[in-house]
């Protein structure tokens, strides 16, 4: 059984007395727990715009904002029970966009008005930016369909839209070259067009490849038919590098285990030398050389090498000294390698 507060039994009796009324004349059902002058507040059941004291944002489950705040009751209760209303916006509003959206309208929508501002996020969370060319293409250009409120689902996929582009290419012919449907592995989706902007990620092309044509490299040959090899485009300049002279010396030819793509082919680091043959770049002989050629005195055979063009300047006879009691010790590079094979004690 429901208990009137006092302050609640007050009003109400204070109510009917002053309207002339009696509990009979209640229209709303006894279900109703506001009080009547929450509501009612002048000599007419009339309900006016004015209307401060009953709060439907706070004593309901439903917010009045926007739009919704200037209307009429009876444009949303029917009946003076207040009962029965749904409260999300499709219970009110008819679906325009034919469930091609969802249901749920608050994700673009607010009762101010039907305009949406939100177009580019709401691309961005369905994984399409409208970015590059796209921003000024018209949304029934994508969205093709008799009805411009109806959003059939796209995919995402460039070849949806743009199979007759790829098809129709010709320099390269995209279809000869055997090049992929996924064009943003080579087309980045924020350029304005095709042909800019091409990202060579399969060869990065810095330093010494910066600012070539493509004719340079891809010759005339289909885009897909070349090899990342160094040696394959620069077998000519392996053949002529006299200083050192790689041929003779028979320098490995994948240039990669001693040169980048920096400009003139220098400085040449050859990493592999510490592990395979006496440490140049760690250990105490870091730093300590100019050219290979300070060891290697012989240019044209890398297997002979000099310590004590160095190490007499210490003088011979100090090392000698150094040595005194190091049986087998002689003043010859081999055999200071044969003892010190990593530059160290
Ligand atoms: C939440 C607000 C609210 C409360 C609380 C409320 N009413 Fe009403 N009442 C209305 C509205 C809205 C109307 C319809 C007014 C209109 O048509 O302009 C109305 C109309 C009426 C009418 C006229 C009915 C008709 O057919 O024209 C009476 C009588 C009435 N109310 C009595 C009461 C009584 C008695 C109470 C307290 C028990 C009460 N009301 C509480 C909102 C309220
Ligand atoms: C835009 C539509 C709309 C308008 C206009 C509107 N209401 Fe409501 N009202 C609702 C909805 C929706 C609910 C139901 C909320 C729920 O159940 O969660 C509701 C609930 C109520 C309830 C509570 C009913 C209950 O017992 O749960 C009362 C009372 C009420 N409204 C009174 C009013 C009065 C008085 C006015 C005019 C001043 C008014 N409403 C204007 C939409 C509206
Ligand atoms: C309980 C019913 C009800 C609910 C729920 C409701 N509305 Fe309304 N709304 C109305 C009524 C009635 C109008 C007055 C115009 C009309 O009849 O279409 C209106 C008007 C509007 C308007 C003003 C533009 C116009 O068509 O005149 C907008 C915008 C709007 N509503 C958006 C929303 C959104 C967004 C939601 C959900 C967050 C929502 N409404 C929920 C009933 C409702
Ligand atoms: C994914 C976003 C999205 C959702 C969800 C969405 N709408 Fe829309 N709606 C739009 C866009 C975009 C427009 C066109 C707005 C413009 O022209 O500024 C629009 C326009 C409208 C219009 C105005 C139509 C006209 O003739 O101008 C109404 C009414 C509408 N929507 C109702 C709804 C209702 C009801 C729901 C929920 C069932 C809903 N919308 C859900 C995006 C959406
Ligand atoms: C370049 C093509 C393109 C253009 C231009 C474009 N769209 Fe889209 N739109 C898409 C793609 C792709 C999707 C995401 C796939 C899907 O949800 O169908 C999408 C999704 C949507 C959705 C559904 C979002 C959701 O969350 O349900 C709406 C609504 C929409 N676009 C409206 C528009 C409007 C309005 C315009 C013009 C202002 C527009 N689009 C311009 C391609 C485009
Ligand atoms: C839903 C359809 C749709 C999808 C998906 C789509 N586009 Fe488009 N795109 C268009 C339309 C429509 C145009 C404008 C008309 C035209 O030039 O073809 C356009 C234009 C372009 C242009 C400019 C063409 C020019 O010649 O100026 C580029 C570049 C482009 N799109 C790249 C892409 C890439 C990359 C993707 C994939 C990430 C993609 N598009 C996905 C519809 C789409
Ligand atoms: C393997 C890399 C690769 C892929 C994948 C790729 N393209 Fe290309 N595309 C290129 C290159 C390289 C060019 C020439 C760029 C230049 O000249 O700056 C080009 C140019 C184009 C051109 C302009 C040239 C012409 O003859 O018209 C169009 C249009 C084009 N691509 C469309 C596409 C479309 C559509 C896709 C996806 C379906 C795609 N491409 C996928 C590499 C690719
Ligand atoms: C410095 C030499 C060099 C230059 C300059 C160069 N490329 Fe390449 N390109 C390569 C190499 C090497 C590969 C092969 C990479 C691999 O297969 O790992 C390649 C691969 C490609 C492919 C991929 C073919 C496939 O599907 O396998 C395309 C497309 C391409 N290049 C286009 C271009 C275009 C367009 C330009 C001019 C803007 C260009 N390249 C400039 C060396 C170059
Ligand atoms: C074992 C290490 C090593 C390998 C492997 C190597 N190079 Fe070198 N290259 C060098 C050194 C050291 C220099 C001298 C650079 C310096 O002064 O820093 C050099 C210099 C050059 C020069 C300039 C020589 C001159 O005479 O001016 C060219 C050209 C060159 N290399 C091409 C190549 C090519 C092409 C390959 C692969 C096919 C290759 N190199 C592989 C170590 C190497
Ligand atoms: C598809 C052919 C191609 C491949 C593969 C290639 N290059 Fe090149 N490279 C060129 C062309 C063309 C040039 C510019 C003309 C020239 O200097 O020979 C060049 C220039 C260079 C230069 C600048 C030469 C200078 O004189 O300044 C260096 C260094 C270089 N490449 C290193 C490399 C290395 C290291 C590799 C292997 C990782 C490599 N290249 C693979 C074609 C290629
Ligand atoms: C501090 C002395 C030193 C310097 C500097 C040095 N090397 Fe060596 N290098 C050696 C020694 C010692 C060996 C012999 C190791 C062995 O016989 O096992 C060797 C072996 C080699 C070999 C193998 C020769 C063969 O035919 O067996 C090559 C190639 C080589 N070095 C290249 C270079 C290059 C290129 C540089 C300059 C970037 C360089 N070295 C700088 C000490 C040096
Ligand atoms: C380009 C000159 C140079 C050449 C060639 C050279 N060294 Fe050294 N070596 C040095 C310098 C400089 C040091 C560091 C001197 C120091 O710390 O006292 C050093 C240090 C050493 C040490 C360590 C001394 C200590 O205090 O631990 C040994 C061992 C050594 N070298 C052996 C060799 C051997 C073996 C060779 C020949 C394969 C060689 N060096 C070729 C310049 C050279
Ligand atoms: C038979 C082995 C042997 C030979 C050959 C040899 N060394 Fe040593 N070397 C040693 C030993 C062992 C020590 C440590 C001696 C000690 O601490 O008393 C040493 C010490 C050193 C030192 C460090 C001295 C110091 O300041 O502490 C240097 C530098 C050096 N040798 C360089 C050379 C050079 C250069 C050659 C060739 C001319 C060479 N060694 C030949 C075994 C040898």
Redesign the pocket.
């Known amino acids: 059984m429901y208990r009137l507060s006092q302050s609640k039994l007050i009003a109400l009796v204070f109510s009917f007395m002053f309207l002339g009324l009696n509990a009979q004349d209640n229209p709303h059902g006894k279900d109703l727990k506001i009080d009547c002058n929450k509501c009612h507040n002048s000599g007419s059941w009339k309900i006016t715009s004015e209307n401060k004291l009953f709060n439907h944002s706070k004593e309901t489950g439903f917010e009045l904002e926007g739009q919704h705040q200037k209307l009429e009751c009876k444009r949303c209760h029917q009946d003076l029970s207040f009962k029965g209303l749904g409260s999300q916006c499709v219970d009110c509003h008819t679906d325009v966009h034919q469930m091609s959206v969802g249901n749920d309208c608050k994700r673009c929508h607010n009762s101010e008005n039907w305009f949406v501002k939100n177009i580019a996020d709401i691309h961005s969370e369905n994984g399409f930016l409208l970015e590059g060319a796209h921003v000024t293409v018209s949304c029934i250009d994508c969205h093709k369909s008799s009805n411009t409120l109806v959003w059939n689902r796209l995919t995402g996929q460039?070849?949806s839209c743009?199979?007759s582009?790829?098809v129709?290419?010709?320099?390269?012919?995209?279809v000869q070259?055997g090049?992929?449907?996924?064009?943003?592995?080579?087309?980045a989706p924020q350029s304005p067009?095709?042909?800019?902007d091409?990202f060579?990620y399969?060869f990065p092309l810095t330093q010494g490849h910066d600012g070539l044509t493509?004719v340079q490299c891809h010759q005339n040959k289909p885009?897909?038919q070349i090899s990342s090899e160094c040696i394959s485009c620069h077998q000519a300049d392996y053949n002529s590098a006299s200083n050192p002279n790689h041929k003779q010396l028979g320098f490995p030819t994948d240039c990669t285990k001693c040169h980048t793509t920096q400009s003139g082919w220098a400085p040449a680091k050859y990493d592999d030398h510490d592990a395979d043959f006496f440490p140049i770049y760690s250990g105490n002989h870091k730093g300590a050389w100019n050219k290979c050629t300070d060891c290697h005195t012989n240019s044209s055979n890398f297997a002979l090498f000099s310590c004590v063009d160095c190490h007499e300047h210490n003088d011979q006879a100090d090392l000698a000294d150094e040595h005194d009691d190091v049986k087998g010790y002689i003043f010859q590079s081999k055999a200071c390698f044969e003892c010190h094979p990593k530059g160290s004690e």
């Open positions: 460039c070849i743009h199979n582009e790829y129709n290419t010709q320099n390269p012919n995209h070259a090049f992929g449907t996924n064009c943003i592995e080579c087309h067009a095709w042909k800019s091409f060579h399969f493509c885009y897909n």
